[in-house]
């Protein structure tokens, strides 16, 4: 089933940017699709984004288009999400996730990282 | 890409069925079979139970199945166990090939 562990959560000032990654490990990476989903504190799942298993397929949930870029290199069996112009509304554990193909269940989760926008 | 409905709080006790429904429309629950469930208990990350409507992964224990009638699906709990008790979320994949999850369900067992 492998291991997923998120990192490069931290406090930032809105409007600034972060970069996510998550290590992939006991698995063969490029065979999945990989997700981002937060959960901003005491609330429910957020779906965030998606990308293929070679990097050329990506989707964004409507309130983080052209702010968030996700991305992938299977050569270091990670995934990143690159987060621009944050908002406090994106305070939140971000968690990744692989599933077998793009439109398929996220079968194994990270314990997330945690991104605190605040001035 | 908005959130599918479910219930807030669901309760049973133990070794009764629960069921918790979650309700979209015919652009995500409505139109693949994807619909999935997930069990999350407090501090930790999600864990699926079911997926494609009524497939479980291996594990997970039989007492849990899905459902799907046109645009509400859902999750029963037979049996149900103290370890049981946690918040369920739904999700499907829409027309767009994006994922949308329900509000989640806090299951207490009484």
């Known amino acids: 089933e492998g291991q997923l562990v998120e990192s490069g959560g931290v406090v930032v000032q809105p409007g600034g940017s972060l970069r996510l990654s998550c290590a992939a490990s006991?698995?063969?990476?490029?065979?999945?699709?990989m997700h981002w989903v937060r959960q901003a504190p005491g609330k429910g799942l957020e779906w965030v984004s998606l990308?293929?298993?070679?990097?050329?397929?990506?989707y964004y949930v409507d309130s983080v288009k052209g702010r968030f870029t996700i991305s992938r290199d299977n050569n270091k069996n990670s995934l990143y999400l690159q987060m621009n112009s944050l908002r406090i509304e994106d305070t939140a554990l971000y968690y990744c996730a692989k599933g077998r193909a793009v439109i398929t269940p996220l079968e194994r989760w990270g314990q997330g990282t945690l991104v605190t926008v605040s001035s | 890409q908005s959130a599918l409905t479910q219930p807030a709080s669901v309760s049973g006790s133990p070794g009764q069925s629960i069921t918790i429904s979650c309700s979209g429309t015919r652009s995500d629950v409505g139109y693949y079979n994807y619909v999935s469930w997930y069990q999350q208990h407090p501090g930790t990350a999600p864990k699926l139970m079911v997926f494609d409507v009524s497939h479980r992964p291996s594990g997970v224990s039989n007492r849990f199945s899905g459902s799907k009638s046109g645009v509400t699906a859902s999750l029963t709990i037979s049996g149900l166990q103290a370890e049981d008790e946690a918040v369920y979320y739904c999700?499907?994949?829409?027309?767009?090939?994006?994922?949308?999850f329900g509000g989640g369900t806090k299951l207490t067992v009484l």
């Open positions: 990308i293929n298993w070679d990097g050329t397929t990506t």
């Open positions: 006991g698995f063969t990476f490029e065979d999945y699709a």
């Open positions: 999700s499907a994949y829409t027309s767009s090939n994006t994922l949308v």
